[in-house]
């Protein structure tokens, strides 16, 4: 255990991530309306040493009540139009809501038509828009950076 | 002889069930003997209406549900037909019925608690004990076989890669192998090599992220974090040598248009041997955590007899001494002499199954290093035999067996089907978990690392 702890310290020493300029806070929610597996697999490398999306305050929560943004990949099915909206609808407000990869975008969709809704604009209003198939650990944390210096901050103040 | 007749003497042969699948007018069944070469069985559709095989084997119950909810084959004898693809939201209708004192039930997603993919389970416990598990996938079914129908056999490879990102390759190289021997095409020893390095590539980092994935089920953030990084690095080395960090459009049908110079394959391989040494030493550290290890055995077991019976592949069926990987029987590809690897303890339980992940990367690992040895150049296949309106292909992906058929007519694809690892193993899991605790559920799971997506298609 003191030989991996001590492994992933050095490692973390090379990789030398910068350390962020301000405080921020965000807490995610992820939904899986249709996806390949693939914005999953690199919204997961997002925590990895490399990228350590952590560092930013920003983390992922286990229930939509916890939620400031609900991040949602693949192209909404059918069958996930009503999850994710309950998953929506269970946010406190302020809350965001990001189309995460190109199947969320609507983007060079592969299924039949008789079984998806459309891109998750056609269910939720999208704040902010992925791209990328699948976009990458370090394009998922930009983005999430944009959300909250760009806009989120200054939209929060809503009463 | 009648189809189940047919089927009985077949499976009495030693032959094993492989898939089965609905077109308008026939389902056929799919079977592989112990030399990996595979049979097809065909019955017709007769008032819609074919009799059942679910009661010579069992590992065909999906197979049969989903055909009768997309293709309105009632299978008979088949009872009761739950349905699987459809969404039928009366509970009677899907679930088994649990009877008796303080039986409740415990329903669990579509949405889960973490970064994971969409599915419900409907768990029958009593306290904490699990007595039975029905699992409702196909919340992500996007129709990707049907979509692909009409398309060229060119264009239809995508269908087959985006069922799922975690085995894009297997399912491609599955969809190309099927594709070719439809057209009569055999692949060259060069074509074989590069798709391995593929395979392979895609086993190295979805067997760094099983093993990161069992350490965060334990609750062992260090293992979990230093297996990540592995993925990580293993993902880049993909992106290096191929562009894309899962390796997608790396894969063609009848040829390879994959060039990567002497350098960077050289590099490549540098970085492959430095993230097996790492994992290695990650490896042993992960044996001697006593908090980690004694989370892991007896839990979520799957018996040899259940195994073959319900027809387990890949590393949860050997993991349960079923000596059985696609690799061992594949001409098509480059794995001479592959002999399936075993855990110390092939005991069919967590332990067993995650052990099974770190043996079976050390066999990647040195399979990389050998075929790495020299750059990779655009390869086509050779011709020469006939072609046929329908083609087979079956290869081992990180989760099992995958069998992709294709049907076609002048190029044109009329059907195609594609029956994943994660498939055959998702109504394992459901049976493994049973007698087992609600909280142990997580890490069981996270043992057989199923995707959805390939399931749901």
Redesign the interface.
């Known amino acids: 255990m003191l030989t991996l702890l001590r492994n992933l310290r050095r490692l973390r020493t090379t990789v030398a991530l910068p350390a962020p300029a301000r405080g921020r806070s965000l807490a995610l929610r992820h939904v899986d309306a249709g996806s390949c597996n693939g914005c999953e697999h690199e919204l997961t490398l997002a925590a990895s040493p490399y990228e350590d999306v952590q560092r930013f305050g920003f983390g992922i929560v286990a229930s939509p009540r916890h939620a400031d943004v609900l991040l949602v990949t693949g192209t909404v099915t059918t069958r996930m139009r009503e999850p994710l909206l309950a998953a929506y609808h269970a946010m406190p407000e302020p809350r965001r809501v990001v189309a995460l990869g190109d199947c969320a975008l609507a983007r060079g969709v592969l299924a039949a038509n008789a079984e998806i809704v459309g891109p998750v604009e056609a269910v939720l209003p999208v704040d902010l828009r992925v791209p990328g198939c699948p976009p990458s650990p370090s394009t998922i944390t930009q983005a999430l950076l944009d959300l909250y210096d760009g806009d989120y901050a200054v939209k929060t103040v809503t009463w | 002889m009648t189809y189940r007749e047919r089927i009985a003497a077949a499976l009495d042969d030693g032959l094993r069930f492989a898939g089965l699948y609905a077109t308008g007018s026939v389902v056929r069944v799919a079977l592989v003997g112990p030399d990996g070469v595979l049979r097809l069985e065909s019955v017709e559709v007769e008032n819609g209406r074919v009799p059942t095989i679910v009661d010579l084997t069992p590992a065909t119950a999906w197979d049969e549900r989903e055909a009768a909810d997309l293709y309105g084959v009632r299978f008979d004898g088949h009872e009761p037909l739950r349905p699987l693809v459809e ?1 039928d939201l009366d509970l009677r209708n899907w679930t088994v019925p649990v009877h008796g004192d303080d039986a409740y039930q415990v329903a669990v997603g ?2 889960h ?6 599915g419900h389970f409907r768990f029958h416990v009593v306290g904490d004990k699990i007595l039975h598990l029905d699992a409702r996938l ?7 076989e ?2 692909a129908e009409g398309r060229s056999l060119e264009e239809g490879r ?2 087959a890669q ?5 085995c ?1 390759v297997t399912n491609s190289v599955a969809y190309a192998h099927a594709c070719e021997d439809a057209l009569g095409l055999t692949p060259t020893a060069e074509l074989a090599r590069v798709r391995t390095v593929l395979l392979e590539l895609e086993r190295a980092w979805s067997h760094l ?1 099983d093993i990161a994935a069992v350490c965060a089920g334990a609750g062992l953030a ?2 979990n ?2 297996f ?2 592995l ?3 293993a ?1 880049r080395v993909n992106e290096q040598l191929t562009g894309h ?2 390796l ?1 459009d790396s894969v063609q049908v009848g040829g390879n248009a994959l060039v990567v110079d002497a350098a960077r394959v050289a590099a490549a391989r540098e970085e492959i041997a430095s993230i097996a040494a ?1 994992s290695k ?2 490896w042993r ?1 992960l044996l ?2 006593s908090s980690l290890q004694d989370r892991l055995p007896d839990i979520g077991v799957l018996t040899a007899d259940d195994a073959l019976r319900l027809g387990a592949v890949g590393p949860a069926a050997r993991a349960s001494g079923v000596a059985d990987d696609v690799r061992s029987t594949s001409p098509l590809l480059a794995y001479d002499g592959l002999v399936a690897v075993a855990p110390r303890r092939v005991a069919g339980d967590v332990q067993a199954r995650l052990e099974q992940r770190a043996v079976e990367l050390l066999q990647t690992f040195e399979l990389l290093d050998t075929l790495l040895d020299r750059p990779i150049v655009a390869v086509d296949a050779v011709g020469g035999s006939e072609g046929s309106p329908l083609g087979l292909g079956r290869v081992e992906s990180p989760r099992g067996a995958t069998l992709c058929v294709v049907e076609h007519a002048a190029g044109r694809i009329n059907r195609l089907h594609l029956r994943t690892g994660s498939y055959a193993n998702w109504p394992v899991l459901a049976h493994a978990a049973v007698g087992d605790l609600l909280p142990d559920f997580p890490l069981i799971n996270k043992s057989f690392e199923l ?4 399931a749901d298609r």
């Open positions: 969404h579509p949405i608690a973490g970064v994971i993919e969409s196909f919340y992500k079914h996007r129709g990707l049907r979509a995508a269908y985006r069922a799922c990102a975690a894009a992220n260090a293992g974090t230093f990540a990084a993925t990580e690095r993902r960090r899962f997608f790492d030493s990650g550290e001697f955590n995707c959805y997506a390939c």
